[in-house]
C-alpha cells in the first residue's frame, strides 16, 4: 500500500529530478538500505556564496552598476596577493580606487569584502576570473535597468501554489511593468541553461503577479543564458508540477534516469554529494545487467 511521503520538499532546485523521477524524493523507500553520506562543504561553494553575496550588495547599494563593472573588473587584474591585500584593508582598498581614479569606490568595502574567504590555512581572494564574471553579471543587470524597474534580492518566499508549500529564495527579480525578470546566479562550471529550466520555472510560478511577459535568465561564466515566455506557459508548468508532487505524496517510487540525474546522490557518477546503494536504474543503463560484485568493480575502475 502507498506510503505518504510526508517529509517531501518540492524545492525549486529538485524540481526538475523530482518531477520526472518519483523515486529521487524519497531515495531511502526507493531503494532499499540507501544512506545519504554529505561531503565537507567545497571551496568552490564558498567562492559561490562570496558572489552571491556581493553581487546582491552591489545591486541594492552601489552607486552606479556601470562603474561597479569596471571596478570589479580593475580589482581582478590585481596581482593576487596584492588584491587580497586591498580587500583586507578598508584604507587600502580607498586608496588603490582613488589614486585611479580620484573618487571614492562605487562599492563600499564592506560590501566587497565577502570576495575573502577561508582558504587552505590562510585567508584568499576570489579568483579573478570569478570576479570577471562578476562585472559581466552586473553589466547585464545594468542593461535591463535602463529602462527603470523595482529590483529585489534573495528574496524569500512559500510556494503556496503546491500542497507542501516549502520556502523558495530567489537571487534577482525585476518588476519591469508587463515584464518580469527571474535571474539566477551559477557559479559552477556545469553549463546551464534559461530554456525549459524547471528552477527558473518554479521560482517564476513562486513570484510571479500580473506580468504577462517573462524573461528567465541564467547568469554564469562564459554562458549567460535567457528565455523569453508568456505566463500561460508558466501556468501549465505549474500544473504538470502539481501532478508530480500529489503522486510523489501518494507514494510513488518510480526511478526514471535521464539528465535530472546529474546531481542525484544515487548516481554513482553524480556530480553532487553521494549515497549508497546506488540507483538500480541507473547502474543497468551504465553496467548492463551484473551481479553487485561486478558492478562494485566496474564502478572502481571509473
Known amino acids: 500500500m502507498p506510503t505518504t511521503n510526508v517529509g517531501l520538499r518540492f524545492s525549486a532546485s529538485s524540481a526538475d529530478k523530482y518531477h520526472n523521477c518519483h523515486g529521487s524524493a524519497n531515495l531511502p523507500a526507493a ?21 552571491h553575496k556581493v553581487l546582491e550588495n552591489t545591486v541594492l547599494h552601489s552607486t552606479s552598476l556601470v562603474e561597479a563593472a569596471q571596478m570589479f573588473r580593475q580589482l581582478a587584474d590585481v596581482y593576487g596577493k596584492n588584491r587580497t591585500a586591498l580587500l583586507e ?13 580620484e573618487t571614492v569606490p562605487p562599492v563600499e568595502y564592506e560590501y566587497v569584502q565577502p570576495l575573502l574567504f577561508q582558504g587552505e590555512g590562510k585567508v584568499e581572494s576570489t579568483p579573478p576570473a570569478l570576479i570577471k564574471f562578476l562585472a559581466d553579471a ?137 549515497g549508497y546503494p546506488f540507483c538500480p536504474e541507473m547502474i543497468e543503463l551504465l553496467y548492463g545487467a551484473q551481479d553487485d560484485l561486478d558492478v562494485e568493480k566496474a564502478i572502481l575502475e571509473d
Open 89 to 101: 584593508d578598508p584604507v587600502a582598498y580607498l586608496t588603490w580606487w582613488f589614486m585611479i581614479n
Open 31 to 51: 531503494i532499499p538500505g540507501f544512506e545519504f553520506t554529505p561531503r565537507p562543504i567545497a571551496k568552490a561553494r564558498d567562492q559561490g556564496t562570496a558572489l
Open 138 to 274: 552586473i553589466d547585464f543587470i545594468a542593461e535591463i535597468l535602463v529602462d527603470g524597474g523595482e529590483v529585489q534580492t534573495e528574496v524569500t518566499v512559500k510556494a503556496t501554489w503546491l500542497k507542501t508549500e516549502p520556502n523558495t529564495t530567489v537571487d534577482i527579480i525585476i518588476r519591469q511593468g508587463e515584464h518580469l525578470y527571474i535571474i539566477d546566479l551559477k557559479a559552477g562550471t556545469t553549463p546551464v541553461e534559461a530554456m525549459n529550466n524547471n528552477q527558473l520555472l518554479y521560482y517564476t510560478a513562486c513570484f510571479l503577479e500580473q506580468e504577462e511577459y517573462l524573461h528567465l535568465i541564467i547568469l554564469q561564466r562564459n554562458n549567460i543564458s535567457e528565455w523569453a515566455i508568456t505566463r500561460n506557459v508558466v501556468e501549465t508548468w505549474m500544473d504538470q508540477m502539481q501532478e508530480s508532487e500529489q503522486a510523489i505524496l501518494d507514494g510513488d517510487l518510480t526511478l526514471r534516469v535521464g539528465s535530472w540525474c546529474t546531481f542525484c546522490s544515487a548516481n554513482p557518477r553524480s556530480r553532487g554529494d553521494k
